[in-house]
């Protein structure tokens, strides 16, 4: 099993980005896929999550209505699409994937490398 995370990189403050989670080597289709970020100094947090059979997702309350994650089956592919950043969004983002879905890191199996987002005041 493998996720790569891409899509990161530098954005200004009230910008998008929207990264990509790249899922080989499972049954996608069953697969639940979580979103999570650490910032510098800071635990990793979870942060959204889809649930690929269903199509069920879940962003925690304070990133609603600037954060969404929506999944490709066709692809293989989870996307987390970011708006209206702030400086407080700047981190590592990883993709990982669990048997079901939540957003508790403990559950998730396969990780990916991450992804820098640096977002600039």
């Known amino acids: 099993v493998q996720l790569v995370e891409s899509g990161g990189g530098l954005v200004q403050t009230g910008g998008s980005l929207k990264l990509s989670c790249a899922v080989t080597?499972?049954?996608?289709?069953?697969?639940?896929i979580g979103w999570f970020r650490q910032a510098p100094g800071k635990e990793r947090e979870g942060i959204a999550c889809i649930s690929m059979s269903d199509g069920s997702t879940f962003t925690i309350e304070s990133l609603k209505g600037r954060f969404s994650v929506s999944g490709d089956r066709d692809k293989n592919t989870v996307y987390l699409q970011m708006m209206d950043v702030k400086p407080e969004d700047t981190g590592t983002y990883y993709c990982?994937?669990?048997?079901?879905?939540?957003?508790?890191?403990?559950?998730?199996?396969?990780w990916g490398q991450g992804t820098q987002v640096t977002v600039s005041s």
């Open positions: 990982a994937s669990a048997a079901l879905r939540t957003i508790v890191a403990a559950y998730h199996t396969q």
């Open positions: 080597g499972l049954n996608f289709r069953y697969a639940s």
